[in-house]
């Protein structure tokens, strides 16, 4: 019996180290990423992917979510549809707008390029 348990204990430390090491290379993945000049859209995607994974690490192991496979299922797909749903509710506001600059999707002055008027050209000034 104790050596059952012992041998348990063994594999989950394994486990550990391993969840630690794969963590130290996300870490060390993080800090590469950030000195590639990516653009400001894929460089947000590509931290989102090495937080999520880094993230999902955590939860599952060191925080034993592993085993709490379906709920953890449920749990992941609502967060799925309530972040497509505010993505949806931004996107909507943002064409409802129909080109007017204002809220949250104001252009600073200045950074608009406003199309002057052409004077006649028919002689006549004002």
């Known amino acids: 019996m104790s050596d059952t348990h012992h041998e348990d204990v063994q594999s989950h430390v394994k486990t550990y180290i391993k ?13 590469l990423a950030s000195n590639l000049h990516l653009g400001i859209i894929l460089g947000i995607i590509v931290a989102l992917l090495i937080a999520t994974v880094k993230g999902s690490l955590v939860a599952g192991f060191f925080m034993h979510l592993v085993a709490e496979r ?57």
């Open 19 to 31: 969840v630690f090491v794969a963590l130290a290379v996300g870490t060390l993945v993080t800090v």
């Open 70 to 126: 379906k709920v953890i299922y449920w749990v992941l797909v609502l967060t799925a549809v309530f972040v497509v749903a505010m993505a949806g509710l931004i996107m909507f506001s943002r064409a409802d707008q129909q080109g007017r600059q204002q809220g949250i999707f104001a252009v600073p002055a200045g950074r608009v390029q406003v199309p002057h008027e052409e004077k006649p050209t028919n002689g006549h000034t004002e």
